[in-house]
C-alpha cells in the first residue's frame, strides 16, 4: 500500500488588531497634520520576518461614509518606511504619510479609516493591517476646543483702541490686580467712547470715594445717571455722619454745585432758581419784620461792632420798660434791618443770633418816624470737653439790665435714665454758677443722640433772690447753641 501525501498550496492571509490612531488635521506637516502607519510581516507560522525591498505593500484610505479616498503601492525599499528591530523578537516598521495626502480630493471631516496589505513575494503570503483616525478639517481636535482658541486669540490680541468686550455674568468683579488694573486702566483712560453697560453695580471703598467721575470734555458730564423705569436716577442713603450728597462748584465759570431737571412731572432745581426761591422767602420774612400797631414807622439796623456789616437772622423783642407787655418781634433780613410800627414812647429791645452777643437792655425811643441802631459783637463760647457734646451757654440779667451773678443753673432729663450709644447718662443733674457777667454754660449730650431720642432737657435757673425759673429745651446737635428761653 502506498501513501501519497498531497501537498495543497493555499495563500495565507495574517489580519493584525486594528489600530485606533489619533485625531488629526490636515493644515500642514506638524505632528498633527501626519500619520504613522504600524506595519510588519508574518510567515505561515506567525512571526515576524523582515521586508524585502521587492515586497509590495498597497495603502487604501475610507471616507467616514465609507467610499474610497486614496490608494497607492509603494515597494519595500520606500524612503518613508521605517524599521526597528527587536532581539528575540523580529523588525517592525512604520510608514508616515502626511493627512493631506491620503483624505481624499474632498476631506471629510469625520472618522476616517486605513487599510495596509503586505505582500511577501518570496512566501506569497499577505499581511493585512487596518485602523482609523479621526480628521478635523478646521483645528488639531475639535469644535470646541476651536472656540475656545478663538476666544482666547482675541483676548491675547485685544485692542483697546478698536474692540469691544462683552460680559454677561451675575457678578462682576474688578480687583486691584496688577494686569486686571492695567488693562481696565488701558479702556478708560484717553478715550472718549468707552462705555460699560451694567445692570447693577455695588462699589464700597472704605479707604476713600467709593466712586469718582472725571469728565475732560467741556461740554461732558462727570457722571451722567438715568432711569427709563419707576426707580430713581440717583438715591443717596447716608447712614455715617457724612453727606448722602454733596455738590460743590469750585470753577472760575458759572456752573451750578447742583443741577436737578426734571423732565417729566417732576420740579426743576438749579443755582437761578434756588436764589428766586430765596430771594421768595427773604420777601416773607421781610413781611414778618413789619409788626407792631403804632402809627409810625421805625426802622432798626442791627451792626456787627468789629466790622460794622450788617447781620441777619437776628430775632429782636420790643417790649414796655416794665416787661409786662410784648409790643412787637421781629426778625433781621439780610440787610440786618428790622421794621415796627410803634407808638410815641420807650421800649426795651431785646435781641438774640447763634454766635453774637447784644446789648442786655437798649431802649429806644420813638418820638416820630425815624430810625436806629443796634450793636452786638461775635462770640465764641468755646469747644465742648468732648467732641460729641453740645456747649449751651446764655446771659442772666434782671429786670433791669444788670447781671444776674452766682446764680445756680441745672439741667437734668425728667425722663430719667437714657443712653447714649454704649453709656447710661445718669438722671443727676448737672450744674454751673453765672460768673460776674452773668454768663454760664453746660456741655450736654444732643437730644438726638439720647435713646430714647428727641428727649427735653429741664433747665432750672435758681437766682440769689430765690427766684427759680424752668423751662424745657431741646439741645441740638452742634458744637455750640446759645439758650433761647
Same mark, same amino acid.
Given at each position: 500500500m502506498r501513501l501519497f501525501i498531497l501537498s495543497i498550496l493555499i495563500p495565507l492571509f495574517c489580519i493584525s488588531k486594528p489600530i485606533q490612531a489619533n485625531i488629526v488635521n490636515n493644515?500642514?506637516? !506638524?505632528?498633527?497634520?501626519?500619520l504613522t502607519l504600524? +506595519?510588519?510581516? #508574518?510567515?505561515?507560522?506567525?512571526?515576524?520576518?523582515? /521586508? *524585502?525591498?521587492?515586497?509590495? %505593500?498597497? %495603502? /487604501?484610505?475610507?471616507?467616514?461614509?465609507? *467610499?474610497?479616498?486614496?490608494?497607492?503601492? /509603494? $515597494?519595500?525599499?520606500?524612503?518613508?518606511i521605517i524599521s526597528q528591530s527587536q532581539t528575540n523578537i523580529g523588525t517592525c516598521y512604520s510608514y508616515g504619510v502626511a493627512i493631506a495626502d491620503i483624505d481624499g480630493a474632498s476631506p471629510s471631516q469625520g472618522v476616517y479609516s486605513w487599510l495596509l496589505t503586505v505582500k511577501d513575494i518570496s512566501l506569497g503570503l499577505t499581511t493585512v493591517h487596518t485602523g482609523t483616525f479621526q480628521l478635523y478639517t478646521g483645528s488639531d481636535y475639535n469644535t470646541r476646543l476651536d472656540n475656545l482658541d478663538a476666544t482666547l486669540s482675541s483676548r491675547s490680541t485685544f485692542n483697546p483702541i478698536s474692540d469691544s468686550v462683552n460680559a454677561k455674568a451675575n457678578i462682576l468683579s474688578i480687583s486691584d490686580d496688577s494686569n486686571a488694573a492695567d488693562s481696565l486702566e *488701558?479702556?478708560?483712560?484717553?478715550?472718549?467712547?468707552?462705555? $460699560?453697560? #451694567?445692570?447693577?453695580? +455695588? %462699589?464700597?471703598?472704605?479707604?476713600?470715594?467709593? /466712586?469718582?467721575?472725571?469728565?475732560?470734555?467741556?461740554?461732558?458730564?462727570?457722571?451722567? @445717571?438715568?432711569?427709563?423705569?419707576?426707580?430713581?436716577?440717583?438715591?443717596? @442713603? !447716608?447712614?455715617?455722619?457724612?453727606?448722602?450728597?454733596k455738590a460743590e462748584a469750585n470753577g472760575t465759570g458759572n456752573g451750578d454745585g447742583f443741577t436737578v431737571i426734571g423732565t417729566g412731572s417732576g420740579f426743576d432745581i438749579n443755582a437761578s432758581e434756588l436764589k428766586v426761591l430765596q430771594d421768595s422767602v427773604n420777601i416773607i420774612i421781610d413781611s414778618l419784620n413789619s409788626t407792631g400797631a403804632g402809627i409810625y414807622a421805625y426802622k432798626v439796623t442791627v451792626i456787627d461792632s468789629a466790622n460794622s456789616s450788617p447781620v441777619p437772622a437776628v430775632s429782636a423783642y420790643l417790649r414796655n420798660l416794665d416787661q409786662t407787655v410784648l409790643i412787637a418781634s421781629g426778625r433781621s433780613n439780610a440787610n440786618g434791618?428790622?421794621?415796627?410800627? #410803634?407808638?410815641?414812647?420807650?421800649?426795651?429791645? @431785646?435781641?438774640?443770633?447763634?454766635?453774637? %452777643?447784644f446789648n442786655s437792655f437798649d431802649t429806644i425811643v420813638v418820638t416820630g418816624q425815624g430810625e436806629d441802631s443796634l450793636f452786638g459783637y461775635t462770640f465764641d463760647p468755646g469747644q465742648p470737653a468732648q467732641p460729641n457734646l453740645c456747649r449751651a451757654y446764655a446771659y442772666i440779667y434782671d429786670i433791669n439790665g444788670i447781671p444776674e451773678t452766682q446764680a445756680t443753673i441745672t439741667a437734668s432729663l425728667p425722663g430719667g435714665v437714657a443712653r447714649s450709644g454704649q453709656i447710661i447718662v445718669s438722671p443727676f443733674k448737672v450744674s454751673t454758677i453765672s460768673d460776674s457777667l452773668g454768663y454760664f454754660y453746660l456741655d450736654l449730650i444732643p437730644s438726638d443722640s439720647l435713646n430714647p431720642s428727641g428727649q427735653l432737657y429741664e433747665i432750672t435757673i435758681a437766682k440769689k433772690d430765690g427766684t427759680i425759673l424752668r423751662q424745657r429745651l431741646t439741645i441740638p446737635s452742634t458744637t455750640s447753641w446759645q439758650i433761647s428761653w
Open positions: 493644515s500642514g506637516s !506638524n505632528g498633527a497634520d501626519s504600524q +506595519f510588519y510581516n #508574518l510567515d505561515s507560522l506567525g512571526s515576524l520576518i523582515d /521586508i *524585502a525591498a521587492t515586497d509590495s %505593500i498597497g %495603502i /487604501i484610505t475610507f471616507y467616514p461614509e465609507g *467610499a474610497v479616498a486614496y490608494t497607492a503601492v /509603494i $515597494l519595500g525599499n520606500n524612503s518613508n *488701558a479702556l478708560v483712560d484717553g478715550e472718549s467712547n468707552f462705555q $460699560l453697560e #451694567l445692570k447693577q453695580l +455695588f %462699589i464700597n471703598n472704605p479707604d476713600g470715594s467709593a /466712586i469718582y467721575a472725571s469728565s475732560q470734555s467741556s461740554s461732558g458730564h462727570g457722571m451722567y @445717571l438715568e432711569s427709563t423705569q419707576g426707580g430713581n436716577g440717583l438715591y443717596a @442713603l !447716608n447712614t455715617g455722619t457724612g453727606n448722602g450728597i434791618e428790622l421794621s415796627f410800627n #410803634l407808638d410815641p414812647g420807650s421800649y426795651l429791645l @431785646l435781641a438774640n443770633a447763634p454766635g453774637y %452777643i
